[in-house]
Protein backbone atom coordinates (compact mmCIF):
# COMPACT_ATOMS: atom_id res chain seq x y z
CA UNK A 1 0.00 0.00 0.00
CA UNK A 2 1.02 3.62 -1.04
CA UNK A 3 2.20 5.97 2.23
CA UNK A 4 1.69 9.54 1.73
CA UNK A 5 2.12 12.23 4.81
CA UNK A 6 -0.32 14.63 5.15
CA UNK A 7 1.03 17.84 6.77
CA UNK A 8 -1.16 20.65 7.99
CA UNK A 9 0.13 23.94 8.53
CA UNK A 10 -3.60 25.81 8.80
CA UNK A 11 -5.44 28.09 6.50
CA UNK A 12 -9.34 27.59 5.65
CA UNK A 13 -9.25 24.17 5.17
CA UNK A 14 -8.25 23.43 8.92
CA UNK A 15 -11.33 26.35 10.06
CA UNK A 16 -14.37 26.48 11.96
CA UNK A 17 -16.43 29.14 12.56
CA UNK A 18 -16.29 30.04 16.33
CA UNK A 19 -19.54 32.05 17.59
CA UNK A 20 -17.18 32.79 20.90
CA UNK A 21 -14.43 34.80 18.14
CA UNK A 22 -17.54 35.89 15.74
CA UNK A 23 -15.13 34.58 12.88
CA UNK A 24 -13.78 31.49 11.39
CA UNK A 25 -10.80 30.49 13.11
CA UNK A 26 -8.17 26.93 12.66
CA UNK A 27 -9.93 24.02 14.63
CA UNK A 28 -9.54 21.06 12.25
CA UNK A 29 -6.43 18.20 13.36
CA UNK A 30 -5.46 15.31 11.61
CA UNK A 31 -7.55 13.19 13.44
CA UNK A 32 -10.17 15.36 12.00
CA UNK A 33 -9.42 15.20 8.68
CA UNK A 34 -8.79 11.35 8.76
CA UNK A 35 -12.40 10.87 10.32
CA UNK A 36 -14.15 12.84 6.99
CA UNK A 37 -11.62 11.37 4.28
CA UNK A 38 -13.18 8.41 2.24
CA UNK A 39 -11.07 5.31 2.49
CA UNK A 40 -9.03 4.56 -0.72
CA UNK A 41 -6.10 2.01 -0.31
CA UNK A 42 -3.58 4.84 0.93
CA UNK A 43 -2.09 4.79 4.55
CA UNK A 44 -1.98 7.99 5.70
CA UNK A 45 0.29 9.84 8.30
CA UNK A 46 -0.71 13.15 9.55
CA UNK A 47 1.75 15.71 11.21
CA UNK A 48 1.26 19.23 12.53
CA UNK A 49 3.72 22.04 11.09
CA UNK A 50 1.04 24.89 12.61
CA UNK A 51 -2.13 26.12 12.80
CA UNK A 52 -2.29 29.25 10.97
CA UNK A 53 -3.85 31.69 9.00
CA UNK A 54 -1.45 31.51 5.72
CA UNK A 55 -1.14 35.35 6.84
CA UNK A 56 1.17 34.51 9.96
CA UNK A 57 3.33 32.50 7.77
CA UNK A 58 6.46 33.76 6.60
CA UNK A 59 9.40 32.32 3.95
CA UNK A 60 11.77 31.58 6.83
CA UNK A 61 8.95 29.21 7.68
CA UNK A 62 8.74 27.94 4.83
CA UNK A 63 12.23 26.73 4.46
CA UNK A 64 11.68 25.08 7.89
CA UNK A 65 8.72 23.27 6.37
CA UNK A 66 11.10 22.33 3.14
CA UNK A 67 13.76 20.99 5.25
CA UNK A 68 11.03 18.88 7.41
CA UNK A 69 9.47 17.40 4.04
CA UNK A 70 13.29 17.01 2.38
CA UNK A 71 13.71 14.41 5.88
CA UNK A 72 10.39 12.45 5.51
CA UNK A 73 11.13 12.30 1.69
CA UNK A 74 14.35 10.20 2.66
CA UNK A 75 12.46 7.77 3.95
CA UNK A 76 12.57 4.69 1.53
CA UNK A 77 8.77 3.83 2.88
CA UNK A 78 7.34 7.20 1.97
CA UNK A 79 5.98 7.75 -1.82
CA UNK A 80 4.54 11.48 -1.15
CA UNK A 81 3.94 14.57 1.06
CA UNK A 82 0.45 16.66 0.86
CA UNK A 83 0.44 19.89 2.70
CA UNK A 84 -2.32 21.66 3.64
CA UNK A 85 -1.76 25.78 3.82
CA UNK A 86 -4.27 28.78 3.51
CA UNK A 87 -4.55 29.78 0.42
CA UNK A 88 -3.24 33.66 0.56
CA UNK A 89 -0.17 32.59 -0.03
CA UNK A 90 0.24 28.71 -0.80
CA UNK A 91 1.80 29.89 -3.84
CA UNK A 92 4.77 31.03 -1.94
CA UNK A 93 5.31 28.19 0.28
CA UNK A 94 4.67 25.70 -2.84
CA UNK A 95 7.07 27.53 -5.15
CA UNK A 96 9.65 28.12 -2.60
CA UNK A 97 9.65 23.92 -1.91
CA UNK A 98 9.75 23.73 -5.50
CA UNK A 99 12.99 25.78 -5.85
CA UNK A 100 14.58 24.10 -2.62
CA UNK A 101 13.84 20.26 -2.87
CA UNK A 102 15.12 17.75 -5.34
CA UNK A 103 13.16 14.16 -4.59
CA UNK A 104 11.90 13.27 -7.17
CA UNK A 105 8.71 11.97 -5.10
CA UNK A 106 5.33 14.32 -5.62
CA UNK A 107 4.88 17.15 -3.05
CA UNK A 108 1.43 18.30 -3.14
CA UNK A 109 0.14 21.25 -1.59
CA UNK A 110 -3.75 22.03 -1.35
CA UNK A 111 -6.11 24.25 0.96
CA UNK A 112 -10.03 25.33 0.64
CA UNK A 113 -12.09 28.41 0.02
CA UNK A 114 -15.03 27.62 2.18
CA UNK A 115 -14.48 26.79 6.12
CA UNK A 116 -15.50 23.45 7.51
CA UNK A 117 -18.45 25.07 8.94
CA UNK A 118 -19.64 25.94 5.66
CA UNK A 119 -22.06 24.09 3.74
CA UNK A 120 -19.55 24.36 0.45
CA UNK A 121 -16.99 23.25 2.53
CA UNK A 122 -14.34 21.99 -0.79
CA UNK A 123 -11.75 20.75 1.88
CA UNK A 124 -12.08 17.15 1.54
CA UNK A 125 -12.98 16.67 -2.22
CA UNK A 126 -9.21 18.78 -2.14
CA UNK A 127 -7.15 16.89 0.05
CA UNK A 128 -8.70 13.58 -1.59
CA UNK A 129 -7.52 14.72 -4.32
CA UNK A 130 -3.97 15.94 -3.08
CA UNK A 131 -3.88 12.67 -1.59
CA UNK A 132 -4.44 11.11 -5.20
CA UNK A 133 -1.70 12.53 -6.80
CA UNK A 134 1.03 12.29 -4.32
CA UNK A 135 0.75 8.22 -4.31
CA UNK A 136 0.50 8.94 -8.01
CA UNK A 137 3.74 7.03 -9.80
CA UNK A 138 2.54 9.95 -12.94
CA UNK A 139 3.00 12.92 -10.94
CA UNK A 140 7.15 11.98 -9.73
CA UNK A 141 9.13 14.59 -11.24
CA UNK A 142 6.72 17.45 -11.85
CA UNK A 143 8.19 19.28 -9.24
CA UNK A 144 5.86 20.67 -6.21
CA UNK A 145 2.19 21.08 -7.10
CA UNK A 146 -0.99 22.59 -6.47
CA UNK A 147 -4.21 20.62 -6.59
CA UNK A 148 -7.52 22.37 -6.09
CA UNK A 149 -11.19 22.06 -7.67
CA UNK A 150 -10.35 19.31 -9.81
CA UNK A 151 -6.85 20.82 -11.27
CA UNK A 152 -3.19 19.72 -10.99
CA UNK A 153 -1.01 23.25 -11.75
CA UNK A 154 3.04 23.80 -11.23
CA UNK A 155 3.74 25.73 -8.33
CA UNK A 156 5.46 28.06 -10.83
CA UNK A 157 2.73 28.79 -12.23
CA UNK A 158 -0.03 28.50 -10.03
CA UNK A 159 -1.60 32.03 -8.69
CA UNK A 160 -4.57 32.98 -6.44
CA UNK A 161 -6.49 35.00 -8.89
CA UNK A 162 -10.11 35.26 -7.33
CA UNK A 163 -10.97 36.53 -3.55
CA UNK A 164 -14.08 34.43 -3.22
CA UNK A 165 -14.42 31.81 -5.92
CA UNK A 166 -13.83 27.90 -5.36
CA UNK A 167 -12.26 27.42 -8.66
CA UNK A 168 -9.69 30.62 -7.25
CA UNK A 169 -6.02 29.22 -8.30
CA UNK A 170 -5.36 29.41 -12.42
CA UNK A 171 -1.97 29.43 -14.19
CA UNK A 172 -2.18 32.09 -16.33
CA UNK A 173 -0.17 32.14 -19.73
CA UNK A 174 0.56 28.00 -19.36
CA UNK A 175 -3.11 26.46 -18.28
CA UNK A 176 -2.93 23.39 -15.74
CA UNK A 177 -0.69 20.33 -15.98
CA UNK A 178 -3.96 18.55 -15.70
CA UNK A 179 -7.38 17.51 -14.44
CA UNK A 180 -8.25 14.95 -11.74
CA UNK A 181 -11.46 13.23 -13.24
CA UNK A 182 -13.23 10.00 -11.93
CA UNK A 183 -10.47 9.67 -9.69
CA UNK A 184 -8.13 9.49 -11.80
CA UNK A 185 -4.68 11.87 -12.83
CA UNK A 186 -5.06 13.14 -16.65
CA UNK A 187 -1.57 14.88 -17.41
CA UNK A 188 -2.06 17.15 -20.21
CA UNK A 189 1.90 18.64 -20.06
CA UNK A 190 5.25 19.02 -17.61
CA UNK A 191 6.27 22.62 -15.99
CA UNK A 192 7.91 23.99 -18.08
CA UNK A 193 11.04 25.86 -15.94
CA UNK A 194 12.36 24.16 -13.42
CA UNK A 195 15.29 25.47 -11.03
CA UNK A 196 16.69 23.58 -8.18
CA UNK A 197 18.66 25.61 -5.60
CA UNK A 198 20.04 24.15 -2.91
CA UNK A 199 19.18 26.43 0.53
CA UNK A 200 20.37 26.34 3.97
CA UNK A 201 18.98 29.56 4.97
CA UNK A 202 17.35 32.58 3.18
CA UNK A 203 17.75 36.60 2.91
CA UNK A 204 15.15 38.05 4.32
CA UNK A 205 15.91 41.60 3.55
CA UNK A 206 13.96 41.49 -0.20
CA UNK A 207 11.55 44.30 -0.82
CA UNK A 208 8.95 43.75 -3.44
CA UNK A 209 8.23 47.35 -5.38
CA UNK A 210 5.52 47.23 -7.78
CA UNK A 211 5.99 50.40 -10.49
CA UNK A 212 2.54 52.22 -10.87
CA UNK A 213 1.35 55.01 -13.44
CA UNK A 214 3.60 57.73 -12.44
CA UNK A 215 4.96 56.52 -9.36
CA UNK A 216 7.80 58.66 -8.07
CA UNK A 217 11.36 56.01 -6.48
CA UNK A 218 11.00 57.00 -2.49
CA UNK A 219 9.89 53.38 -1.94
CA UNK A 220 12.94 52.14 -4.08
CA UNK A 221 15.09 54.72 -2.17
CA UNK A 222 13.55 54.27 1.30
CA UNK A 223 14.73 50.05 0.81
CA UNK A 224 18.10 51.10 -0.51
CA UNK A 225 18.15 53.66 2.54
CA UNK A 226 17.34 50.84 4.82
CA UNK A 227 20.02 48.40 3.68
CA UNK A 228 17.89 45.85 2.04
CA UNK A 229 20.02 43.01 0.23
CA UNK A 230 17.40 42.91 -2.90
CA UNK A 231 14.69 44.01 -4.33
CA UNK A 232 12.54 42.53 -6.88
CA UNK A 233 10.52 45.83 -8.76
CA UNK A 234 7.24 44.67 -10.92
CA UNK A 235 7.56 46.69 -14.03
CA UNK A 236 5.34 47.10 -16.29
CA UNK A 237 3.97 44.75 -19.29
CA UNK A 238 7.97 42.80 -20.85
CA UNK A 239 9.84 45.13 -18.02
CA UNK A 240 9.76 48.97 -18.13
CA UNK A 241 9.94 51.65 -15.73
CA UNK A 242 9.14 54.75 -15.45
CA UNK A 243 12.58 57.09 -16.86
CA UNK A 244 13.39 59.06 -13.24
CA UNK A 245 13.77 55.41 -11.19
CA UNK A 246 16.97 54.88 -13.31
CA UNK A 247 19.61 56.62 -11.43
CA UNK A 248 17.77 55.07 -8.14
CA UNK A 249 17.98 51.57 -9.86
CA UNK A 250 21.63 52.39 -10.96
CA UNK A 251 22.40 53.73 -7.41
CA UNK A 252 21.37 50.48 -5.97
CA UNK A 253 23.40 48.04 -8.03
CA UNK A 254 25.79 50.16 -7.32
CA UNK A 255 25.51 49.53 -3.64
CA UNK A 256 25.55 46.03 -3.82
CA UNK A 257 21.71 45.13 -4.14
CA UNK A 258 20.55 42.99 -6.01
CA UNK A 259 17.72 44.37 -7.99
CA UNK A 260 15.41 42.00 -9.91
CA UNK A 261 13.25 42.89 -12.86
CA UNK A 262 9.38 41.26 -12.95
CA UNK A 263 6.22 41.42 -14.68
CA UNK A 264 3.16 43.06 -12.72
CA UNK A 265 1.47 41.31 -15.66
CA UNK A 266 0.36 37.61 -14.99
CA UNK A 267 2.26 35.65 -17.46
CA UNK A 268 4.83 36.08 -20.04
CA UNK A 269 8.47 36.56 -20.14
CA UNK A 270 10.87 39.70 -20.03
CA UNK A 271 11.87 41.54 -22.99
CA UNK A 272 10.57 44.41 -25.51
CA UNK A 273 12.19 46.18 -28.70
CA UNK A 274 11.85 49.65 -27.34
CA UNK A 275 14.63 52.35 -27.46
CA UNK A 276 12.76 54.62 -25.16
CA UNK A 277 13.88 55.51 -21.39
CA UNK A 278 13.22 52.79 -18.87
CA UNK A 279 12.42 50.45 -21.23
CA UNK A 280 14.25 46.48 -20.86
CA UNK A 281 17.51 48.07 -22.44
CA UNK A 282 17.90 50.34 -20.19
CA UNK A 283 17.34 48.08 -17.15
CA UNK A 284 19.72 44.98 -18.63
CA UNK A 285 22.21 47.70 -18.96
CA UNK A 286 22.58 48.78 -15.58
CA UNK A 287 22.46 44.87 -14.62
CA UNK A 288 19.04 44.17 -13.59
CA UNK A 289 18.60 40.52 -12.68
CA UNK A 290 15.26 38.98 -14.65
CA UNK A 291 12.98 37.01 -13.46
CA UNK A 292 10.79 35.54 -16.45
CA UNK A 293 7.35 33.84 -16.50
CA UNK A 294 7.25 34.63 -12.83
CA UNK A 295 4.77 37.48 -10.54
CA UNK A 296 6.72 39.56 -8.30
CA UNK A 297 5.63 37.63 -4.97
CA UNK A 298 7.31 34.33 -6.88
CA UNK A 299 10.68 36.57 -7.63
CA UNK A 300 10.95 37.90 -4.18
CA UNK A 301 11.06 34.41 -3.14
CA UNK A 302 13.53 33.25 -5.49
CA UNK A 303 15.48 36.11 -4.70
CA UNK A 304 15.68 35.60 -1.01
CA UNK A 305 16.34 31.90 -1.48
CA UNK A 306 19.45 32.46 -3.67
CA UNK A 307 20.77 35.33 -1.89
CA UNK A 308 20.70 32.82 0.58
CA UNK A 309 22.54 30.16 -1.03
CA UNK A 310 24.87 32.41 -3.82
CA UNK A 311 28.45 31.90 -2.93
CA UNK A 312 29.35 34.54 -5.32
CA UNK A 313 27.68 37.05 -7.48
CA UNK A 314 28.34 35.16 -10.29
CA UNK A 315 25.90 31.96 -8.79
CA UNK A 316 23.62 34.65 -8.05
CA UNK A 317 23.33 35.55 -12.27
CA UNK A 318 23.18 32.04 -13.07
CA UNK A 319 19.46 31.53 -11.50
CA UNK A 320 18.39 34.79 -13.07
CA UNK A 321 19.60 34.32 -16.92
CA UNK A 322 18.93 37.35 -18.83
N1 LIG B 1 -7.43 33.00 5.41
C1 LIG B 1 -7.02 31.90 4.68
C2 LIG B 1 -5.52 31.71 4.70
O1 LIG B 1 -5.01 31.27 5.65
C3 LIG B 1 -7.53 31.85 3.32
C4 LIG B 1 -7.65 30.46 2.87
O2 LIG B 1 -7.06 29.56 3.40
O3 LIG B 1 -8.41 30.26 1.90
O4 LIG B 1 -4.83 31.98 3.76
Redesign the pocket.
Known amino acids: MKRVVVITT????AMKRSPMVGGAVPSLKGEDFLILLPREGVDLVFEEFSNL???HLTPVNGLELAHRVESILLMPDMDGVVITH????LEETAYLLDLTLKSSKPVVFT???RTATNVGYDGIVNLANAIRVASSAEARDLGVLVVFDEEIHASSAVQKVHTQAQHAFLSPGSGPLGRIDGGRLWLTHHPAQRQHIPCARLEEMVDLIRVVQGADDRLLQHSIDDGVAGIVIEGLGGGRVPPWWLPTIAAAIERRVAVVLASRCSAGSLGDEYGYVGAFHDLRRLGVLMAHNLTGSKARIKLMVALGAARHDGELRGWFPA
Open positions: GGTIPSSGTDTGSM
